[in-house]
DNA sequence: CGGAGCTCCTGGGGGC
DNA sequence: TGCCCCCAGGAGCTCC
């Protein structure tokens, strides 16, 4: 998606911005109407991106804020024709003044949403500063998030999800990433030793990888690119979704067991709860 | 303070 | 067919 909008509206001249419902920018510092007039007559810069956390500078000129998008559970940034009809769930409307295609944040549930903030000097939005760099980041610190794990008293799969200490594992990513490392999901963070956690972060990357490459995992329309296109890791899901299917390494029935009101899929005797005792 | 549960929404799908 | 319940790629808030 970042790519698909670096790609398609980089570089261009906000027109005009329709707020559908308020919900989608209740994040904005000011109203709906706020909103739209910080967008106006603004260039969109680069396409960044932290986790789920999108942002665009805004120039002309040095970029002070930036369009940030978040796409909770089932947002979408679509880019699409003017005359192309509303989808469903369409929640924002940004038009150019070049009359090209518009870009769409589209949004089932509304956990998501789009606001215009201040950037820091880093250049991150406030709302993106607490959210860890990605693991496909260059800048990323596997040495620091070694010690950071270890320091934390909690499951191993909680830490992956917690995006104060890395970002752009979610449910899915985290589940195939811990059967591809034969991790639990509740292995104590503090028995991570260095070369556990290093491993464990080459599956993570490993996984993330692949997924790009095929554009993502889409269960259904919901999960896409800008132009509307859903991936196809789907196709290459271990663990994740797979209750009752056999394991692809020893053929024991993969899991699934109830996790912070979600689910964890794993493989009960490549996962097992306690670290094996050696090898 | 760090950690964990609850909650914000809409819709699809399965079971009865 | 209809209804009810469960489930869903997230993360902020609030309590302990």
Redesign the pocket.
Same mark, same amino acid.
């Given at each position: 998606m970042r790519r698909g909008l670096e790609a398609s509206v980089t570089g261009r001249t906000v027109a005009h911005v329709d707020v559908l419902h308020p919900?989608a920018v209740r994040r904005h510092d000011g109203s709906s109407a706020d909103f739209a007039a910080r967008l106006l007559r603004r260039t969109l810069g680069p396409a960044n991106r932290r @986790?789920?956390?999108l942002w665009l500078p805004l120039g002309p000129g040095e970029p002070e804020e930036a369009l940030v998008g978040?796409?909770?559970?089932?947002g979408q940034l679509l880019v699409q024709p003017a005359a192309a009809g509303d989808q469903?769930?369409l929640r924002v409307r940004v038009s150019f003044a070049d009359a090209g295609p518009e870009l769409r944040f589209v949004d +089932?549930?509304?956990?998501g949403g789009m606001a215009v903030e201040p950037l820091s000097g880093a250049g991150v939005p406030a709302?993106v500063e607490?959210?860890a760099r990605d693991p496909m980041d260059p800048q990323f610190d596997d040495i620091a998030f070694a010690a950071a794990l270890r320091?934390?008293?909690? @499951?191993l799969k909680?830490a992956l999800?917690? +995006?104060s200490l890395i970002?752009g594992v @979610?449910?899915?990513y985290a589940d195939e990433a811990l059967w591809r490392s034969r991790l639990h999901f509740a292995r104590p963070t503090q028995t991570m030793t260095k070369a556990a956690t290093a491993g464990l972060l080459a599956h993570v990357r490993a996984v993330l990888g692949e997924?790009l490459d095929q554009g @993502?995992? &889409?269960?259904?329309a919901?999960?896409?690119n800008v132009n509307g296109e &859903?991936?196809y890791f789907d196709r290459s899901l271990d663990a994740?979704g797979q209750a009752g299917e056999p394991c692809a390494r020893c053929g024991t029935a993969i899991r699934r067991e109830?996790f912070?009101?979600?689910?964890s899929f794993f493989c009960p005797r490549c996962q097992p709860p306690r670290a094996r005792a050696a090898g």
């Open positions: 919900r @986790g789920k956390y978040h796409l909770g559970m089932s469903r769930h +089932q549930r509304t956990f709302s607490h959210i320091r934390r008293r909690t @499951g909680r999800l917690d +995006q970002s @979610g449910n899915i997924a @993502g995992t &889409s269960f259904d919901l999960y896409v &859903s991936g994740y109830p912070m009101n979600r689910s």
